[in-house]
């Protein structure tokens, strides 16, 4: 009953704009592979739908969305890297020149200011700030160029990389010195407009590590149980005092950063991340495919579906 009730609201959302004039709220952007195109997400958790995709003139193999929503980096065999932009249902397109041609892996500093392009086959790593207005190139070089498990970028382009040797600080000259977390560090994020830090071993240990350029502070918050071991993402929360981590057996756990008390909620999916999605506190957990599109709300610690669309032209 609630399924259809929420499938009503998103069918009548476009009615409801036309009759008054007054645009269908965005709540974010995705990369559709179905039908190869960005698309955004209209409505509000709990009553959105699919909108139609943006048109770039191309179509891409694949795209990373920022988490300022207002632009794209779009891949396509043969083209390279491109940086798409939109406004007000405007796209525009230009080549990120000297760009890694295939990155399989892009990760977005916190407010969308920079960027880590990294090709896994060759270890080759780029570092992109300027975003999205003046996109500037910056080759990534850590000493033995040891293969990266997991890495993030700071809103000032500062990079935390892990790998099998140990974790490395990388400033936005290069210059590398090490961090001590564990050598097992399976994701990192950091915090917006911020040097302070998350980072989830494998085994589902959750540390912090506050101003990782000055006087360093690390702490473990949290021993890793099944329900934060094997994690695919971590995030802040808005206000830097909650860590939301998601794992591959679905579990989504909030943890309090101050007393490490945890609730966990799960997806009874595969999550593929903790994508910021246009409100704070709100992530895009899996992609858009022939199953409900989910969001996690971290503040509420709910969890919210977008229907697909073969459900809805099926009722």
């Not at 809103?155 to 097992?184: E, F, K, Q, R």
């Not at 006087?215 to 206000?239: C, K, W």
Request: net charge neutral.
């Amino acid at each position: 009953m609630r399924f259809n009730f929420l499938l009503f609201l998103a069918s009548f959302l476009p009615w409801a704009a036309a009759q008054t004039g007054i645009a269908t709220p965005t709540l974010g952007y995705a990369y559709d592979p179905g039908s190869r195109a960005i698309r955004p997400v209209l409505g509000i958790p709990g009553a959105a739908m699919l909108g139609a995709p943006l048109r770039t003139r191309f179509q891409p193999a694949s795209a990373a969305v920022s988490p300022s929503q207002d632009y794209a980096f779009a891949l396509s065999p043969g083209a390279g890297v491109r940086l798409v932009r939109w406004n007000a249902g405007r796209s525009s397109v230009i080549p990120v020149e000297d760009a890694i041609a295939s990155p399989d892996r892009i990760a977005f500093s916190p407010s969308g200011a920079a960027a880590i392009l990294y090709d896994s086959a060759t270890g080759r790593m780029q570092a992109l700030t300027g975003l999205p207005d003046s996109p500037a190139l910056q080759e990534i070089q850590p000493a033995g160029s040891p293969a990266a498990g997991a890495f993030a970028i700071a809103d000032n382009a500062t990079i935390v990389l892990a790998t099998s040797s140990g974790v490395l600080v990388i400033g936005p000259g290069s210059s590398s010195s090490p961090l001590p977390l564990p050598g097992s560090v399976a994701v990192i994020a950091f915090l917006r407009g911020s040097l302070d830090l998350l980072a989830v071993t494998h085994s589902g240990d959750l540390y912090v590590a506050k101003n990782i350029n000055g006087n360093l502070d690390i702490h473990q918050i949290y021993t890793g149980d099944e329900q934060t071991a094997s994690p695919v993402a971590v995030q802040f929360s808005p206000d830097g005092a909650t860590a939301f981590a998601a794992n591959t057996a679905g579990i989504l756990s909030t943890i309090d950063l101050n007393t490490g008390s945890i609730a966990a909620v799960s997806c009874q999916c595969a999550p593929t991340g903790l994508e910021p999605f246009g409100r704070a506190g709100l992530f895009r957990i899996t992609e858009i495919s022939a199953r409900p599109l989910l969001l996690f709300d971290g503040a509420g610690n709910r969890l919210w579906f977008v229907p697909a669309e073969t459900q809805r032209s099926a009722q």
